[in-house]
């Protein structure tokens, strides 16, 4: 056996992937009931059964809304609305451009610890609700898109917002991670590439298939764009088995 099997022998079953190590015992040549028979005793290893049942949430982070969560296998999502901090924001983002314009570096550091901590702690609440529903669902995976190149969300925002915008998200993204440790399940990133432009249900890329808040796509299916997009990171392969693939 050494190890080999052979996939084209009509004995061949998938499940003997899982086999591992087998040895070949002592083999006994014996005559019964008129026949000549051998027998032998193989010992193996069976592999850890590899789970491709395990579920996984996306998650996917805005403006419009901070945060949604999206189980696609049930089609249920949680979202957390950026309306009740957005006006709070809107008069930091003014607050600041003024700031900036008379350079006034003392108070636009302390405007900017003022809205760190608020941002802090809305992430704090978000991330623990998104954990929470991940467990619910029974997942063991939360994906998030992998927005090390802030480049890619550079063009959502005004200069002048673009640092405590894009630290707000990566702050999300460390809480989320800590506190989902805790939970035993794990954050995995994926590329974010056009996330927003593929239907979660045919896998379709059409960038006019959103338009404003809705995503709608020709083979009909309909949904809230960013429930979509939270779909879309669901079904993403993490960046890491993407690089194992490559090499
Ligand atoms: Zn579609």
């Known amino acids: 056996m050494n190890g080999y099997m052979d996939k084209a022998s009509k004995y061949y079953l998938p499940s003997y992937e899982n086999i591992s190590k087998p040895r070949k015992g002592n083999g006994q040549l014996f005559f019964k009931n008129g026949k000549w028979c051998f027998s032998f005793a193989i010992t193996f290893e069976l592999k850890n059964e590899v789970s491709s049942e395990e579920k996984e949430v996306g998650v996917d982070r805005g403006l419009k809304y901070i945060a949604v969560a999206g189980d696609k296998e049930v089609g249920k999502y949680i979202h957390f609305s950026g309306k009740h901090i957005g006006h709070i924001r809107r008069k930091y983002s003014r607050l600041r451009r003024i700031f900036m314009k008379n350079k006034n570096m003392k108070a636009l550091k302390r405007l900017e610890n003022k809205e760190q901590r608020i941002i802090q702690y809305w992430n704090h609440v978000i991330s623990k609700e998104i954990v929470r529903f991940a467990k619910k669902q029974g997942a063991s995976i939360i994906k998030i898109e992998d927005l090390k190149s ?5 063009k959502f925002w005004k200069r002048s917002d673009r640092n405590i915008n894009s630290w707000a998200f990566f702050d999300l993204e460390e809480k989320l991670t800590y506190k989902a440790q805790l939970a035993e399940l794990e954050v995995v990133k994926v590329n974010p590439f056009k ?26 299916y309909k949904k809230d764009a960013d429930v979509n997009a939270s779909f879309v990171i669901s079904t993403r392969p ?10």
Do not use: D, F
């Not at 802030?150 to 550079?154: D, G, L, T, V």
């Not at 432009?197 to 009909?220: A, D, F, P």
């Not at 993490?238 to 194992?244: L, Q, R």
């Open 195 to 220: 996330t927003s432009q593929e239907c979660s249900n045919c896998g379709n890329v059409v960038k006019k298939n959103r338009r404003g808040s809705l995503y709608t796509c020709s083979c009909g």
């Open 238 to 247: 993490s960046n890491e088995e993407k690089a194992i693939t490559a090499t």
């Open 150 to 154: 802030i480049r890619s969300m550079k």
